[in-house]
């Protein structure tokens, strides 16, 4: 039998990997790794974890890990460094990229999506850069305003 230890860190892993929309598939992938799970003990991991529920710009929802747990890979002294989500925010016409850390990139993407905020159409994510496009109407003064929260 796996240690809750073991579990949630297997859980967090898998939050990091894909995107899961119900606590179902959750206990499924568990599963098949070997972990004997019922959807009561997913439910209370996920509260431990403080894993949340956001809606993806596709409509649908997903859970994410808080950034704190993305971050807990890191040394210390690198945690520390860590604590301004994005590096930079330049533009290219309309469109805005932000620099992250290494691999932080679709976590960051997903908190600003998370946000649906009427200025922001969407954003791509890579490991760590994110494409932020504006909706029509916004200028790229008041979109930079707006990020300076994520810096």
Do not use: W
């Not at 993305?70 to 309309?94: H, N, P, V, W, Y």
């Not at 850390?101 to 969407?122: F, H, K, N, T, W």
Request: aromatic share 6%; charged share 25%.
């Amino acid at each position: 039998m796996m240690s809750k230890a073991n579990r949630q860190s297997l859980l967090a892993t898998l939050l990091r990997a894909g995107l899961y929309s119900d606590q179902q598939s959750l206990c499924d992938a568990l599963r098949s790794r070997g972990c004997k799970v019922t959807q009561a003990t997913i439910s209370r991991d996920l509260e431990d974890l403080g894993v949340r529920k956001v809606r993806k710009p596709n409509g649908k929802d997903c859970y994410v890990l808080p950034m704190k747990l993305e971050d807990e890979t890191l040394t210390e002294g690198q945690t520390q460094q860590t604590s301004r989500k994005a590096l930079s925010l330049e533009f290219s016409g309309r469109f805005g990229v932000l620099k992250t850390r290494p691999a932080l990139a679709q976590a960051l993407a997903m908190e600003i999506d998370a946000q649906e905020s009427e200025m922001i159409l969407g954003t791509i994510a890579g490991y760590d850069t994110i494409l932020i496009i504006p909706r029509d109407g916004y200028d790229k003064e008041a979109l930079a305003h707006y990020l300076q929260a994520f810096l």
